[in-house]
């Protein structure tokens, strides 16, 4: 079957790469569906070069704000033109459901809309310096910077980094993961027609060890911003720290979700199922482990249980718009989730209550032969005996699959240590129907961002970002976002008359009267 062959997109237009072509995988089947040119050393200090010099011309650097906020406009309204042909390959390249990307695709207007907004009202602070002095601040773009994005959502975290980055006035280069390039190739002709200057734009796929780290290490490169797993997140952080670069991560979680007894189980039981199977858990805000009051336990238990099979029974191609879930992005990643559940299960200490191992049989929905891809059924795991499951490897590590750990607790103290016994605090969600325990135990739980009787809610304008480490540092969205992508220039005019100035400003004048300092 002949094999599409997707480029590069630098200075405005499709360009081949000098590296080895990589093969894209659809993982539903197995099937290599695609080839993707990739960027070598050479090409990436090609592209660099090519962004910097477009920056130091100033056409998009310096170009008014409200031109800016204009082209962004246009960005969202031709993105949404071009969501038609970029869901398919989105749904083909990652595995995800098209349910859940007909849903999510069209939000991603939004952080152009909101950027594009944030210029037109931005206002400059003045300061109140001491003395006949006029203090007031202003924002410039950093030059280059470099975004390096992931697997799990390709389109989605593209824009949201992209959108403040622009919106500041830098050039771009971002290198997708190699799994899920495609997508982020797309974006090319859309942001070129709505008006962004050749150069300022750029993708290089390619393979991080390579390609990502001739990027992130580019003396030029004045940001990284990445999304991905922490050990990854540290080896980028130690590289641009060295060239003294700033650095945005948003990296891995392992998110508590706590259901209070007051909580309505029902929807507490469906607010799980979307905060833990969405994307085949491959998000890094999955709620993963789940504390449930035990005064409720049984009953959650039991409906999470019909919630779940319900689920795998829904199960099928991805491009059927009656599926509810798709399989695990690749080989190595079924593989991944395969050994920390059967470790916590052979090791005695945690047990099954649904789901468990890979699916290998034919969906009942439609045929699909799951055996062929990387299907993996959304899992329950419980301790055997007492807490022992807080003693695997799958209590504290990032899964990244649709597996879940259910654990009991007596007391809200007893709730929220369970919750922060984690080295990551990315995302966490409470379902309560006592308002003053959500406020109580939201200021407790070390997450960057908390849901309460909700889940996974996502805007432009709310930060999104990590409390502890191993989850990130700094954040997306938001105004932070945008100022991160931006240097702050304070500039003070004296406007005190000549005469004045002849008076008090001359340091070196003769006599010992006083001077000014400051």
Same mark, same amino acid.
């Given at each position: ?161 992209? /959108? ?80 003294? @670069?700033?650095?945005? /991560? ?17 929807? @507490? ?244 009267? @006083?001077?000014?300092?400051?």
């Amino acid at each position: 079957m002949a094999q599409d062959k997707f480029l590069m997109w630098v200075a405005g237009k499709e360009q081949p790469g000098e590296a080895e072509l990589i093969p894209v995988e659809d993982p539903a089947t197995g099937e290599i569906f695609a080839q993707c040119h990739a960027a070598s050393t050479a090409d990436v200090e090609r592209t660099v070069a090519t962004a910097h010099e477009t920056f130091k011309s100033g056409i998009w650097s310096r170009s008014p704000r409200h031109h800016r906020a204009d082209v962004l406009d246009r960005c969202a309204s031709i993105l949404t033109e071009s969501l038609p042909a970029m869901i398919p390959l989105e749904v083909r390249q990652t595995g995800r459901a098209v349910r859940e990307m007909r849903a999510q695709v069209p939000s991603l207007v939004r952080w152009f809309k909101y950027y594009g907004a944030l210029l037109r009202v931005e206002e400059q602070p003045v300061l109140p310096t001491a003395g006949k002095l006029h203090n007031f601040l202003r924002r410039a773009p950093l030059g280059v910077v470099a975004q390096v994005t992931p697997f799990n959502h390709p389109l989605l975290i593209a824009v949201k980094k992209l /959108a403040p980055a622009l919106a500041a006035g830098n050039s771009v280069v971002i290198k997708p993961s190699e799994l899920t390039p495609l997508t982020t190739l797309l974006l090319g002709p859309v942001l070129k027609e709505a008006g962004v200057p050749d150069g300022v734009f750029n993708v290089l796929p390619g393979y991080g060890a390579t390609t990502g780290k001739a990027l992130v290490q580019h003396p030029l490169v004045r940001k990284v911003d990445v999304t991905g797993g922490t050990v990854a997140g540290r080896a980028i952080g130690g590289i641009v720290g060295g060239n003294l @670069a700033r650095y945005t /991560a948003e990296l891995g979680g392992k998110a508590p979700l706590i259901v209070f007894e007051t909580a309505d189980v029902q929807l @507490a039981v469906n607010g799980i199922a979307f905060g833990s199977y969405i994307a085949s858990g491959q998000t890094c805000i999955a709620s993963t482990r789940i504390l449930v009051d035990n005064k409720i336990m049984a009953q959650l238990q039991a409906q999470l249980k019909d919630k779940t099979e319900s689920i795998t029974r829904l199960m099928g191609a991805p491009s059927n718009p009656e599926s509810a879930m798709g399989p695990l992005i690749s080989a190595k990643q079924l593989g991944n989730v395969e050994t920390l559940v059967g470790e916590a299960v052979d090791s005695g200490k945690a047990k099954v209550v649904t789901g468990g191992s890979r699916m290998k049989d034919v969906s009942s929905l439609d045929g699909t032969d799951f055996s062929k891809g990387y299907f993996y059924p959304p899992t329950v795991l419980v301790s055997s005996e007492g807490d022992s499951i807080l003693e695997t490897r799958i209590w504290r590590e990032e899964a990244f699959g649709p597996v879940i750990v259910v654990v009991g607790f007596d007391t809200e103290e007893q709730a929220v240590k369970l919750a922060n016994d984690s080295e990551f605090g990315l995302g966490a969600g409470i379902w309560t129907q006592d308002l003053a325990q959500a406020f109580r135990v939201s200021e407790q739980v070390d997450a960057g961002i908390t849901w309460v009787n909700t889940h996974h809610r996502n805007d432009p304008s709310s930060p999104w970002g990590g409390a502890k480490s191993s989850s990130g540092v700094g954040s997306e969205n938001g105004i932070d976002a945008y100022n991160a992508y931006a240097t702050i220039k304070s500039t003070i005019i004296n406007y005190a008359s000549t005469e004045e100035s002849l008076a008090t400003d001359d340091w070196f004048r003769d006599g010992a009267g @006083a001077v000014r300092y400051g």
